[in-house]
């Protein structure tokens, strides 16, 4: 069985101790306009379009969310080691 990832959202630990986000995505848009292209008697097609889409905000929304959260514990760590509050 083939499999293809069409959404993720990683979160490594580095050995440094910092922690690195990466984010892999096929576009919804991507994704209906390839198989309606190649596979136009695929089944569900637009209800997996539709399915995409909320994932893809959802992880958006999270990807937003982490990337303050791991921007402001940079920023903490830095002003800390320059003696700053």
Do not use: A, W
Not at 3 to 12: A, D, N
């Amino acid at each position: 069985m083939n499999k293809t990832i069409i959404q993720s959202l990683v979160y490594y630990l580095t050995s440094r101790g910092d922690i690195e986000l990466e984010r892999k995505r096929v576009s919804p848009e991507e994704f209906l306009k390839y198989f309606e292209k190649k596979k136009p008697d695929y089944p569900n097609t637009h209800d997996l379009h539709s399915f995409l889409k909320c994932v893809d905000r959802l992880l958006d929304s999270t990807q937003r969310e982490s990337e303050k959260l791991v921007y402001t514990t940079i920023e903490k760590d830095e002003s800390e080691k320059n003696g700053s509050i």
